[in-house]
């Protein structure tokens, strides 16, 4: 349980409801800035209006899936007002106390380093990564079906990286009927792809595959479908780049030779909020819980 655990949440979109939900449900005590737009009953929760003094009790502040913006800014799709993260605001957090957010930009890594609180970025965890991976990948199906005008069955797809995204989505992807090609860097994971009966190939040699593929999916995060590869692509090729912005794929060139290619960060929380919320909540509320084991509060 959490009671007596201060919690701040800080804006949010509709993944912050399964943990406010989830947090109320383990007792603990939840400030909210950001929901005053949101005119339902939240749990128990209390809303409050922004002021540093609600930084001086927390335990805990929980930040959106993107902390901050390169300014500071704080995303509270049920707000119109502007929640600015500040200096003034992380200097009066107990020294005890822990921010979690999704991902942190250098904003907000700064922030907390400086004033020695602890940051905590839950996406960049094995375990939250891979559930994520699910509706990533059901998001991507979705949009390979709604930018296409052949079925997924049948239809030879290139996915690009097969980590904790690719592994899910070539699976996926395969299991709908495609026949699936993954490009790898790692011998261990040109194995592992032969294994589940994709057809591998390392990137360096991506250029001899790009003469055939009906969809690629790219969740390599640096510049790999470049336009000497669009140059080879058949001209019903459609581009899903799901490595996180600018992600890997040459926009402009694709644009100029009339191939679709699309940028499809954050599909998570587009197609899947409740559960994207939740396997966030799931994972705050334990790390919360191991945390105040830690330090022999008990509560
Ligand atoms: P990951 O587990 O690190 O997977 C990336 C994979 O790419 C790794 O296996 C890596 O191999 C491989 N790789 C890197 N360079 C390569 C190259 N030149 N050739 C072949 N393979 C290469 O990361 P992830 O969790 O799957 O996430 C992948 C990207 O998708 C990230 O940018 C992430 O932010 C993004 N993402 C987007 C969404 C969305 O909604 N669009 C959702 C989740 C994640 P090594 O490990 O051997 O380097």
């Known amino acids: ?38 005119h339902t009953q939240l749990d128990g929760a209390v809303h409050a209006s922004y002021d540093e003094s609600l930084f001086e009790n927390a ?17 509270a799709v049920f707000s119109s007002e502007k929640l600015k993260l500040q200096d003034t605001h992380i200097a009066r957090l107990p020294k005890h106390s822990t921010v979690y957010t999704g991902m942190a930009k250098p904003y907000l890594r700064q922030l907390c380093d400086s004033h020695n609180i602890r940051l905590v970025e839950l996406l960049d965890r094995d375990d ?36 904790r995204t690719g592994l899910t989505l070539a699976r996926t992807l395969q299991g709908l009927g495609a026949r699936v090609k993954a490009g790898v860097l790692a011998e261990a994971d040109f ?82 909020p409740r559960t994207a919320g939740r396997i966030m909540a799931d994972c705050l509320s334990r790390l919360i819980q191991d945390d105040l084991q830690l330090r022999g509060d008990g509560r």
Request: aromatic share 6%; net charge negative.
């Open 59 to 75: 335990d805990v502040v929980v930040l959106p899936a993107v902390g901050t913006d390169d300014d500071g800014f704080i995303t």
């Open 191 to 272: 194995a592992r792809a032969h294994e589940m009966g994709f057809r591998p190939f390392y990137t360096a040699d991506l250029e001899l595959h790009m003469s055939n593929p009906d969809l690629i999916f790219n969740t390599i995060p640096t510049m790999i479908v470049t336009a000497q590869m669009i140059a080879k692509l058949p001209s019903r090729a459609v581009i899903i780049d799901l490595a996180s912005k600018p992600g890997g794929t040459d926009f402009r060139f694709a644009e100029r030779r009339g191939i679709k290619a699309i940028l499809a960060p954050g599909l998570p929380g587009i197609v899947a």
């Open 128 to 163: 939250v990564a891979i559930y994520n991976s699910i509706p990533t990948a059901e998001g991507a199906v979705m949009l390979a079906i709604q930018n296409t005008d052949i079925t997924i069955h049948g239809a030879e797809c290139l996915v690009l990286g097969l980590g």
């Open 1 to 38: 349980m959490l009671t007596g655990t201060q919690i701040l949440l800080l804006g949010g979109d509709a993944r912050a409801l399964e943990i406010i939900h989830k947090l109320s449900e383990l007792d603990a005590a939840v400030t909210l800035v950001g929901f005053d737009g949101l």
